[in-house]
């Protein structure tokens, strides 16, 4: 038999789009939330290979009120990079919960040019305790 369950992932922005916290829901189950504690901006176009910067910094807590304990926290960050002859701008996500040895990663690319025009190329890496795999196209 499947099992089917229902998420619902909803993330809150501010007028320039910048990440402000999420709620998580499932069926059934208590909420989790995320605030973020550092929010900043996408870099602007031109920006040279080798940058990086923060978006924002969340901690997850284990319900939506104030009293939530804390589960973990995750870390977002952007990039410019050049791999063979590519430039992608690359948004990361690491996170690790308590208890876990290792960081959990997520990181998404995608060929830009100077003007900060995207192209045809993507780049995505995931990486798990114990399982990794990059994709590219």
Known sequence: STVL???LNEQFLDPE????GSRLSTDGGV????????VAALPNA?????????????????????TGATLGTSYHTWSVLNENGVV??????SNRFIGEFSDRV???CVETDASGNLGAKARI???LPGFSVTALN
């Open 5 to 7: 369950q229902d998420v």
């Open 31 to 38: 909420p989790t939330c995320s605030k973020t504690e550092v």
């Open 17 to 20: 789009y910048r990440m402000l």
């Open 88 to 93: 992608y701008l690359c948004v990361t996500s």
């Open 106 to 108: 997520s990181e998404t």
């Open 46 to 66: 031109g920006a040279p290979v080798g940058t990086t910067g923060v978006l924002y910094a969340a901690t997850t807590l284990d319900s939506c009120s104030a």
């Open 125 to 127: 890496k995931l990486v």
